[in-house]
């Protein structure tokens, strides 16, 4: 079984701050994660994933994130928001047991005021 | 290289009616698999499809709903009887199979029962 736990559902910070969007994950088996993230109206977009290889993962936009195995966790960063990062953004596990089946978490909504 | 096309964007049916949601994945793709979110909710998982195959149909509702990917044409995820609950915007992704390997979204469908 695999669970996501996305912590926030809303996140603000001011344009030129730092993004942190939490994402905690559960897995009997070693798994593997991705952020997508999601404009309205649209289908979602790969940001980035992590697939056991580096723990911490670069991807685009100027976004990264750090699997850290000890504390299940696999939070986005990003050391300077723009306002064209004001999107939805999606955690999601999956392992190689099942069959690339994903499990999403509930979102986060990124707000990005000027 | 096209990605994965969804069709039709937008779909308006009444109550009873019966509803058509259409994928094509990604060239070279055989996994299919289908996606449910609901208005401020995140991605539901609903059924995984190989061609000719149902895999994982867990998330599907027992009634009302069904999936096929065949041979030859794309995947369709049928909804029977419709009803306001159903309202959604339905995602389909697909993928090589592999777990470590990221699933590429459509545009989705959103559907709207009146």
């Known amino acids: 079984a695999q669970s996501v736990t996305q912590l926030g559902s809303h996140v603000s910070v001011s344009e030129g701050a730092l993004v942190l969007l939490r994402c905690n994950y559960s897995?009997?088996?070693?798994?593997?994660l991705f952020w997508y993230v999601q404009y309205p109206n649209q289908g979602l977009q790969l940001l980035l994933k992590?697939?056991?290889?580096?723990?911490l993962v670069k991807g685009i936009n100027g976004f990264e994130a750090e699997f850290k195995k000890s504390e299940t966790s696999f939070h986005l960063t990003k050391p300077s928001a723009h306002m064209s990062d004001a999107a939805e953004y999606f955690c999601?596990?999956?392992?190689?047991?099942?069959?690339?089946?994903?499990?999403f978490g509930d979102g986060t909504t990124l707000t990005v005021k000027p | 290289n096209a990605g994965v096309m969804q069709n039709p964007r937008h779909l308006v049916r009444r109550r009873g009616q019966e509803a058509r949601l259409r994928c094509s994945p990604m060239k070279g793709h055989s996994h299919v698999y289908w996606y449910r979110q609901l208005p401020e909710e995140g991605l539901k998982f609903m059924v995984y499809l190989q061609k000719e195959n149902i895999i994982d149909e867990s998330g599907m509702p027992k009634e009302r709903f069904s999936a096929e990917f065949p041979k030859e044409g794309p995947s369709i995820l049928r909804i029977q009887q419709v009803v306001r609950g159903d309202s959604a915007a339905y995602f389909c992704?697909?993928?090589?199979?592999?777990?470590?390997?990221?699933?590429?979204f459509g545009p989705g469908t959103r559907l709207t029962v009146t």
């Open positions: 992704a697909s993928s090589d199979g592999t777990g470590g390997d990221e699933q590429y």
């Open positions: 999601a596990v999956t392992t190689n047991t099942n069959a690339g089946k994903s499990t």
């Open positions: 897995s009997s088996v070693p798994p593997y």
């Open positions: 992590y697939t056991s290889a580096a723990t």
